[in-house]
């Protein structure tokens, strides 16, 4: 069982800058790959950026691209998503998820989730 925790949402301004993390405890996930995705009101869940377990292959939805970045530190269990140059569209809840193998743009290929963190971008 893996348990994961996201943190570092908030309300930010447009063009302004958020960290989000997500710890993970639990069963060593170091051969796991992690992905992000969102979900805004009324709209399905979105893949927005995944990382393999060696941090070496990442990806990214073109949305974000160029402006969101990902990575990972394996001694702290801990996934990041660095987003720059946010926009009012980046508004949603973000969630972290873990999957056994590489990643995948489907949420439905992920067996763990965290509670989700708030993302708020004000115009």
């Known amino acids: 069982q893996v348990q994961l925790v996201e943190s570092g949402g908030g309300l930010v301004q447009a063009g302004g800058s958020l960290r989000l993390s997500c710890a993970a405890s639990?069963?060593?996930?170091?051969?796991?790959?992690m992905g992000w995705f969102r979900q805004a009101p009324g709209k399905e869940r979105e893949f927005v950026s995944g990382?393999?377990?060696?941090?070496?292959?990442?990806y990214y939805a073109d949305s974000v691209k160029g402006r969101f970045t990902i990575s990972r530190d394996n001694a702290k269990n801990t996934v990041y998503l660095q987003m720059n140059n946010v926009k009012p569209e980046d508004t949603a809840i973000y969630y972290c998820?873990?999957?056994?193998?590489?990643?995948?743009?489907?949420?439905?290929?992920?067996?763990?989730w965290g509670q989700g963190t708030q993302v708020t971008v004000s115009s």
């Open positions: 990382l393999s377990w060696a941090g070496v292959n990442k």
């Open positions: 998820a873990v999957r056994v193998g590489g990643v995948s743009t489907l949420a439905g290929a992920y067996n763990y």
């Open positions: 639990g069963r060593t996930f170091s051969n796991y790959a």
